[in-house]
């Protein structure tokens, strides 16, 4: 496969933009790892116009895709957790082009310090946990408990994989056989939520009770990132907050985290007043004694 795909690969080597290309040929004993095809390229660049840019080829009857991304797309996946067959494919695909040792440096970096970018992952992936937490209590409070149940199911794989990550791993797509080794607590839950014989309402009854005191465990550690970033200026707009760099990678999830921590008093608002005298700007501060204090950080 590689002889057939050299040709498209050398071209876009030869680009000064290209950091690195892997190739990822499918195996039986993973058929999954390349999303149906038979051979995944990948090419990291520097930059270009769209994050992701993806072809298809086939060749008789095989397949292959070509997925070029940024360096940031690439870092954005791997703090986000978004794409679950990246991390394998850094792992274990053929490093085919590698520019400056780009790709080496990146492997290296992810083996050698498992903890690269735990905080931000946390973080990331706290504030998932909590927006399905809050819209599944919501649902269960209405009768939907179909919809509750969804909602509890995903809040607990976000509970699993803050738990790998806690642990310096990094999830993989059959996230519940590493939970299980993990924190068989949280695997427990899991259990107890899709084969208890309870009725429906008195599972999640349960869980939300259990979701609730994990959360509530974890809130500290999953607030350490956005509260140091917030130490970095006096006050922030929600608008300021969605368009700094790291912050910016929660996503739709960062005004409800904030308000999350608002509510646990981690961030304090400050109204600042508007143009009409009774409207007030709703501005967010941190306390910088509170968070150093809470995080053992030294002077900022």
């Not at 009857?61 to 070029?68: G, L, S, T």
């Not at 130490?231 to 308000?259: A, G, K, P």
């Not at 608002?262 to 709703?282: D, M």
Request: hydrophobic share 40%.
């Amino acid at each position: 496969m590689e002889q057939i795909l050299r040709p498209i690969y050398q071209e876009r080597a030869s680009h000064p933009d290209t950091l690195g290309i892997i190739l990822i040929n499918r195996k039986e004993d993973a058929l999954n790892l390349t999303n149906a095809f038979d051979s995944v390229l990948l090419i990291i660049v520097k930059d270009q116009e769209c994050s992701i840019f993806t072809k298809h080829y086939m060749y008789g009857d095989k397949k292959m895709v070509m997925h070029i991304l940024t360096e940031k797309r690439l870092k954005k996946w791997l703090f986000v957790g978004s794409h679950k067959r990246l991390v394998d494919w850094l792992f274990f695909g053929k490093i085919i082009f590698d520019r400056n040792e780009f790709l080496y440096k990146l492997r290296s970096e992810l083996q050698e310090f498992p903890f690269f970018g735990r905080k931000i992952k946390t973080g990331i992936q706290f504030s998932k946990l909590i927006r399905r937490y809050l819209e599944g209590k919501e649902f269960f409070e209405s009768g939907n408990y179909l919809d509750s149940y969804s909602h509890v199911v995903e809040s607990l794989h976000h509970l699993g994989r803050l738990s790998i990550i806690d642990n310096g791993l990094y999830p993989e797509v059959t996230v519940w056989s590493q939970v299980k080794k993990i924190e068989p607590a949280i695997y427990k839950l899991y259990e107890e939520l899709v084969m208890s014989d309870e009725s429906l309402e008195k599972r999640l009854e349960l869980l939300f009770l259990a979701i609730e005191f994990l959360i509530n465990s974890r809130t500290q550690d999953a607030a350490q990132h956005i509260l140091e970033i917030m130490l970095t200026q006096s006050s922030w707009t929600i608008q300021q907050l969605h368009e700094q760099e790291e912050l910016s990678l929660y996503s739709t999830e960062l005004e409800v985290f904030v308000e999350y921590l608002v509510e646990k008093e981690y961030i304090l608002v400050e109204p600042t007043l508007a143009k009409s005298e009774s409207v007030f700007h709703r501005n967010y501060v941190v306390d910088q004694q509170f968070v150093e204090s809470k995080y053992n950080l030294g002077k900022i």
